[in-house]
């Protein structure tokens, strides 16, 4: 077993209303008393529908904010006790990537701009050596330099604005990323090409990768071990092939369910065994009861 | 299973031609594109982001702005009638009582922040002949898009609402006119997988009920294997492939189709996890 990068200790977040002393009566917890290990190499997904706490807690494990109580540690030290140079160590080795590239990245600033500015800032590239690496960084995320080069953001589609957010991220060589739903802005066609980058990229260099998705066919085809989240709290957590393949929560039996098929045939065999089901269980519709005749 | 496509159209288009001024450049958006909504049946168009489905979804319900419009052009007839020929107030009748009806992506920007639901539901309602109490006209609809609660809901302003609850409640007031096709530009595309289900199986239950046309527009083939009938696929502009669901998935002619349906494997496994 290889030490973990990221490790989270009974990690709380909690929103609301507080009281005057600091009581947190009405506060409601977001993440509740989550632990979990990150370790080199792997990818690590986190799933769960809006509002069960997941990029809240990916926020946490960026130390973008700070766990209510609980602690983050990089490498055995806890981040509450980081300096200023193990910020800059931190940053270095866990990088973002988030949903909407248009908004993470800077909108007046030239391709050529945003990544001069993480290789200049990491001292991972002198004047001289720039503009190689710059090549190097877009030709690994599948994109020609010398077109993309002098583009701003808005110059780009989707799917280019998210290539150029993860050679940002890769710019550092990095050991992890953070990805907080990576794909779901984008079309289709262009979630796969994605995907397929990201999973090169995370072979080829032995990327750590926290993935937060709510989409199960992602996770399926990436990672290696899922933690399932509901309402702040993780309902299952295993290597994926056990979790997605023999779930041992309702929870997850759920989610899976919701899981579109691009296949005609089963999606109709599926609505049909579910159309039995409800026919043979006749359930009263509380909204139905509800409503005034 | 699938309703035979009997009788005239209920929706018929024809070389539909949308070409818009951008920049000074002239846009071929749609180019030409021949497409059939019967009674019943549900429609798919699928394509890329530019493929210009959205276009040709609005150009069809004359929702298109005309400042940037350089030329349309074709013929669309909804029920026998002219939908791009039609006089302003022939088309309000239309789409105020047994018209077509629009449901969009993004709930929240097509709902009026500072309304509460009830008076939101009160204007869709307005010009029907139906003469019941609104208040129990939106109940019946809201239930009918398996919202529960309905008395509660209506009293709630839409940042109140989950983006499922929303995506209903618009789905409701597309309902209100008893439309006879609906139109969804994708509906589900903001909404969690979960509750994306939720809303698709809505759907699907509408277009049986009541027997509704419905016209999808999407991007995900995952959604158009769960609902649609028919399949028109788009690529710049024009239809490279139209089939029934399973000619189309079972055995896609054009090579840009079969591109999509691999991406789409690569992100819907075919296989059904965790439902052996």
Not at chain 1, 8 to 17: D, E
Not at chain 1, 213 to 229: E, G, P, Q, T, W
Not at chain 2, 99 to 108: K, N
Request: proline fraction near 5%; aromatic fraction near 4%.
């Amino acid at each position: 077993m290889s030490n973990p990068i990221l490790t989270g200790r009974s990690i709380v977040k909690s929103f609301g209303a507080r009281g005057w002393f600091g009581g947190a009566a009405n506060a409601k917890r977001a993440v509740d008393t989550i632990d979990l290990d990150v370790n080199e190499g792997e990818t690590l997904a986190i799933v769960g529908e809006s509002g069960s706490g997941k990029s809240t807690l990916a926020r946490m494990l960026l130390g973008l904010s700070k766990p209510t109580s609980g602690d983050v540690a990089f490498c055995g030290q806890s981040i509450r006790s980081f300096a200023s140079s193990d910020w800059t160590t931190f940053r270095k080795a866990v990088q973002p990537i988030f949903q909407d590239p248009a908004s993470s990245l800077n909108p007046r600033m030239r391709v050529h701009t945003t990544l001069a500015n993480v290789l200049l800032r990491h001292k991972l590239a002198t004047r001289a050596t720039l503009d190689r690496a710059i090549s190097d960084l877009l030709s690994a995320v599948g994109l020609d330099p010398a077109q993309f080069h002098d583009r701003y953001p808005h110059q780009l589609s989707g799917g280019q604005q998210q290539r150029i957010a993860i050679a940002r991220a890769m710019a550092v060589r990095p050991r992890l990323i953070i990805a907080d739903e990576p794909l779901s802005s984008l079309d289709m066609s262009v979630q796969a090409q994605v995907l397929d980058l990201l999973v090169s990229l995370k072979t080829s260099r032995n990327l750590g990768l926290v993935l937060i998705s709510h989409d199960l066919n992602v996770v399926d085809a990436i990672s290696d071990r899922v933690i399932v989240m509901y309402l702040g709290k993780i309902v299952e957590a295993g290597p994926t092939r056990q979790v997605l393949g023999n779930p041992a929560s309702d929870y997850t039996r759920s989610l899976l369910a919701a899981k579109l098929v691009a296949d005609p045939h089963i999606a109709r065999a599926r609505r049909q065994a579910m159309d039995a089901a409800r026919t043979s269980t006749p359930h009263s519709r509380p909204d139905q009861q509800g409503a005034p005749q | 299973m699938t309703p035979s496509p009997s009788g005239p159209p209920l929706l018929s288009a024809r070389d539909v031609k949308v070409h818009l001024r951008v920049h000074g450049r002239i846009v071929k958006a749609v180019d030409g594109v021949d497409l059939d909504v019967h009674r019943g049946q549900c429609v798919g168009i699928v394509g890329e982001s530019g493929s210009g489905k959205s276009t040709l979804g609005r150009a069809m319900t004359r929702l298109l702005p005309n400042v940037e419009l350089a030329e349309l052009s074709g013929s669309v007839t909804f029920g026998g009638e002219d939908v791009l020929a039609m006089a302003p107030d022939a088309l309000r009748a239309l789409r105020r009582h047994r018209g077509f009806s629009m449901v969009f992506q993004d709930p929240l920007s097509y709902l009026n922040p500072t309304l509460r639901i009830d008076r939101q539901l009160a204007e869709a309602l307005r010009h029907l002949p139906d003469k019941r109490p609104v208040q129990q006209k939106s109940e019946e609809l809201l239930s009918q898009v398996g919202l529960g609660d309905t008395a509660r809901i209506l009293r709630l302003y839409p940042h109140e609402l989950s983006g499922g609850m929303r995506q209903r409640v618009m789905i409701a007031m597309a309902l209100a006119p008893d439309p006879q096709m609906l139109v969804a530009d994708e509906p589900t595309t903001a909404l969690d997988a979960t509750v994306q289900y939720q809303v698709i199986q809505t759907l699907r239950r509408i277009n049986k009920e009541r027997h509704l046309a419905m016209l999808i527009i999407t991007h995900d083939l995952g959604m158009v294997a769960e609902l649609c009938d028919q399949v028109y696929v788009m690529h710049g502009g024009r239809v490279v492939e139209s089939a029934d669901v399973f000619t189309l998935f079972d055995a896609p002619k054009n090579d840009y189709t079969a591109s999509l349906l691999a991406a789409a494997r690569r992100l819907h496994q075919t296989k059904a996890l965790g439902t052996a």
